[in-house]
């Protein structure tokens, strides 16, 4: 059973930093595209950052250039660092591994990101 284990969320004030991390329990993390998506309240949930296997990444517009996407596959996990924080990017935030030609996609549990104003 693959399991996707999200932490770091919390309270900040605008303009301040969290780093969200997700711990995979996967066989072989290197192979998988992760991700992170968050859903606001009465909003569907929406891309954020994405970076594949081999280290590219993608940025919602509206993250680019305050929140950074990495991975360590030594260690199973995915991060987020936000930085710059807006009350927009309030939200839960989840974690995703995928992998199209297993045909596999997983997803975390979610954690709560609230940024005061």
């Known amino acids: 059973q693959v399991q996707l284990v999200e932490s770091g969320g919390g309270l900040v004030q605008a303009g301040g930093s969290l780093r969200l991390s997700c711990a995979a329990s996967v066989r072989i993390f290197s192979i998988y595209t992760m991700g992170w998506y968050r859903q606001a309240p009465g909003k569907q949930r929406e891309l954020v950052a994405t970076?594949?296997?081999?280290?590219?990444?993608n940025y919602a517009d509206s993250v680019k250039g305050r929140f950074t996407i990495s991975r360590d596959n030594t260690k199973n996990t995915a991060y987020l660092q936000m930085n710059s924080l807006k009350p927009d990017d309030t939200a839960v935030y989840y974690c995703?591994?995928?992998?199209?030609?297993?045909?596999?996609?997983?997803w975390g549990q979610g954690t709560q990101v609230t940024v005061s104003s």
């Open positions: 970076i594949t296997s081999g280290g590219n990444t």
């Open positions: 995703n591994a995928v992998n199209f030609r297993l045909g596999n996609e997983f």
